[in-house]
């Protein structure tokens, strides 16, 4: 079926043109009536089984299997759904519909491991352990001497260089490991927004380790 | 300051199935889309959205 032979709202279309699988799946959401039930329940079926395979890909940022992470799955699809209905009007055709709409999903199990990592924290956030960064960084336990003054430099240099609001963003996802999208729920903020401030932090930790001959400058360039 | 380059996690999710799309079809994303792979060298959650997105769409969208 060509996609001008289907009913879609000019007001959806505009200038854009819609492959024909695209164009059945917008108008099948956009109408009334069973076709549009149909759709919904196509959608819904697609969406699950995205995020059914998300949350097995992530498994690993989670602690839990088999009913709970079906669950986890199942509310993302459902909140996927809703979103991609509410927003069919910004589809623009620049994808395909299901590129688009799958989308949602990956999003929805991102936001919803975040919130599970608050509900089932797998460390407790008040004891911060200083002794877990040659860990977190990697470091070969058999060279610790060999990092320990660099690491008590860091550790300095988190303290004094660092804002309120770097420090915490810092500890919490480079120390603790919390993952950055449980964080935007539990501040109130944006993946950017947190990002920036990692980032931020991550520069003035780097410059700080440079000016008292931790690291070289190309080391820094590179990282 | 980022990299002036970077997209951000915002225009890169606005932008995800256009990027993934292009990746599987011409390999180029990253050319295509430079401000998204900027972000993507230091997002680790956006990364993983990439990921899942193209795990997604290669997997296939089934009997739906």
């Known amino acids: 079926m060509a996609s001008a032979d289907l009913t879609i709202p000019e007001c959806l279309t505009g200038e854009r043109s819609f492959d024909t699988e695209s164009a059945a799946w917008v108008q099948g959401l956009v109408g009334n009536g069973p076709a549009h039930d149909r759709t919904v329940v196509r959608l819904h079926e697609l969406l699950l089984r995205v995020a059914r395979s998300e949350v097995h890909r992530r498994q690993g940022q989670l602690r839990i299997t088999g009913s709970e992470l079906d669950d986890l799955a199942h509310q993302a699809a459902a909140d996927a759904v809703v979103g991609v209905t509410a927003k069919i009007a910004q589809f623009r055709g620049e994808s395909r519909f299901t590129t688009w709409a799958c989308k949602f999903a990956i999003f929805e199990v991102s936001t919803k491991i975040g919130r599970h990592f608050w509900q089932k924290p797998t460390i407790s956030l008040e004891d911060k352990d200083w002794d877990r960064l040659p860990d977190r960084f990697g470091l070969d336990p058999a060279r610790v001497a060999e990092w320990r003054d660099v690491i008590i430099a860091l550790r300095q240099a988190i303290d004094l260089e660092l804002t309120e609001h770097q420090r915490r963003i810092f500890v919490a996802i480079v120390l603790d490991g919390t993952p950055l999208d449980a964080l935007v729920i539990e501040l109130g903020s944006s993946r950017n927004a947190i990002y920036k401030t990692l980032f931020d932090a991550r520069r003035k930790l780097r410059a700080s380790l440079v000016t008292n001959g931790y690291l070289d400058d190309d080391n820094v360039r590179q990282t | ?64």
Do not use: K, W
């Open chain 2, 1 to 64: 300051m980022t990299d002036p380059l970077d997209a951000g996690c915002a225009e890169t999710f606005d932008l995800l199935e256009r990027y993934v799309e292009r990746e599987l079809a011409h390999r180029d994303a990253a050319t295509q889309f430079p401000g998204i792979a900027a972000h993507l060298s230091g997002c680790n959650p956006c990364v993983q959205d990439v990921e899942g997105l193209l795990a997604a769409i290669v997997a296939g969208p089934g009997p739906v």
